[in-house]
């Protein structure tokens, strides 16, 4: 009788999916599966739609994207790919940045508009951002950072970028030749100083990225401030980035403090003396 039951819940399930209808919000059903309105003006809100150009066939060429994608999907389910482990952590992963991305947003529209004062405070400690921004013109190698101390303390030691391609030479560490320009807006404050010192000698700075680093000269600078109106909603923009941030930190910490956390003995960090 139960195996009659299933058998019958399973046919009526089949037959509500066979009478779906792409109509009211569902404007595609794939396979059974609908894409709604929503989910389409999300796309197309990220969508990058050139000047002029129709709405309509820009509508059709998102929708039939989000198909394609969609399409992919389900085959990559019944190869099962979904139940891997290897799936399951990174879908772990993606649903915990998105979560504090969010979670991030959220401190950001509800943290307090700075005033007028600490605006101007804030421009006046970031010249480098504001009024006295610039693009920097460099002459970059890229290469494999060494791992031998002796071959790091060489380069740490070499003041022009030729230098630098002799140790690398020397070390047989092929590298690569480039130009690139830097803004000097996206510059950390704890950076920035170290940087500016260095290319008003000329001498190259090593910035490490991942298992690569590059080394870089300043060849010449160009000014680009950003003053007056122009500068306000950059500048309370990164305030209240700033501000997100240390609420995060602080809630952070007091989640962290009140949270039961047990490790594998190992595991542990190391205790704070």
Same mark, same amino acid.
């Given at each position: 009788?139960?195996?009659?039951?299933?058998?019958?819940?399973?046919?009526?399930?089949?037959?509500?999916?066979?009478?779906?209808?792409?109509?009211?919000?569902?404007?595609?059903?794939?396979?059974?599966?609908?894409?709604?309105?929503?989910?389409?003006?999300?796309?197309?809100?990220?969508?990058?739609?050139?000047?002029?150009?129709?709405?309509?066939?820009?509508?059709?060429?998102?929708?039939?994207?989000?198909?394609?994608?969609?399409?992919?999907?389900?085959?990559?389910?019944?190869?099962?790919?979904?139940?891997?482990?290897?799936?399951?952590?990174?879908?772990?992963?993606?649903?915990?940045?998105?979560?504090?991305?969010?979670?991030?947003?959220?401190?950001?529209?509800?943290?307090?508009?700075? /005033?007028?004062?600490?605006?101007?405070?804030?421009? *006046?400690? #970031?010249?480098?951002?504001? !009024? &006295?921004?610039? +693009?920097?013109? %460099?002459?970059?190698?890229?290469?494999?950072?060494?791992?031998?101390?002796?071959?790091?303390?060489?380069?740490?030691?070499?003041?022009?970028?030729?230098?630098?391609?002799?140790?690398?030479?020397?070390?047989?560490?092929?590298?690569?030749?480039?130009?690139?320009?830097?803004?000097?807006?996206?510059?950390?404050?704890?950076?920035?100083?170290?940087?500016?010192?260095?290319?008003?000698?000329?001498?190259?700075?090593?910035?490490?990225?991942?298992?690569?680093?590059?080394?870089?000269?300043?060849?010449?600078?160009?000014?680009?401030?950003?003053?007056? /109106?122009?500068?306000?909603?950059?500048?309370?923009? *990164?305030? #209240?980035?700033?501000?997100? !941030? &240390?609420?995060? +930190?602080?809630? %952070?910490?007091?989640?962290?403090?009140?949270?039961?956390?047990?490790?594998?003995?190992?595991?542990?960090?190391?205790?704070?003396?």
């Amino acid at each position: 009788m139960r195996s009659k039951i299933v058998l019958a819940v399973g046919i009526a399930l089949m037959a509500s999916a066979c009478t779906k209808k792409a109509e009211g919000q569902t404007v595609a059903i794939v396979n059974g599966e609908e894409i709604t309105a929503a989910e389409l003006n999300a796309e197309l809100a990220n969508a990058k739609m050139p000047e002029g150009a129709d709405k309509n066939q820009t509508r059709s060429r998102v929708l039939q994207a989000m198909i394609d994608r969609r399409l992919l999907a389900q085959q990559a389910k019944n190869d099962g790919i979904d139940k891997s482990p290897e799936f399951l952590n990174r879908q772990r992963r993606a649903t915990e940045d998105l979560l504090i991305n969010m979670f991030a947003s959220r401190q950001i529209d509800t943290a307090k508009l700075p /005033a007028n004062s600490e605006i101007e405070k804030f421009q *006046a400690t #970031r010249p480098w951002i504001f !009024s &006295q921004r610039e +693009q920097w013109n %460099l002459d970059q190698l890229r290469f494999q950072m060494p791992t031998d101390a002796a071959t790091k303390a060489k380069l740490e030691k070499a003041k022009t970028l030729e230098e630098v391609a002799k140790v690398l030479n020397d070390a047989n560490i092929a590298f690569t030749r480039q130009k690139n320009k830097l803004d000097t807006a996206v510059i950390p404050p704890n950076l920035y100083g170290q940087l500016a010192s260095a290319g008003r000698s000329s001498e190259p700075f090593i910035i490490p990225i991942g298992t690569q680093a590059v080394a870089s000269t300043i060849v010449s600078r160009e000014p680009a401030p950003i003053t007056g /109106a122009q500068a306000r909603p950059i500048a309370v923009a *990164a305030m #209240r980035r700033e501000q997100a !941030s &240390q609420l995060m +930190q602080n809630r %952070l910490k007091s989640i962290r403090d009140a949270a039961k956390i047990e490790y594998k003995e190992g595991y542990a960090p190391a205790a704070v003396k």
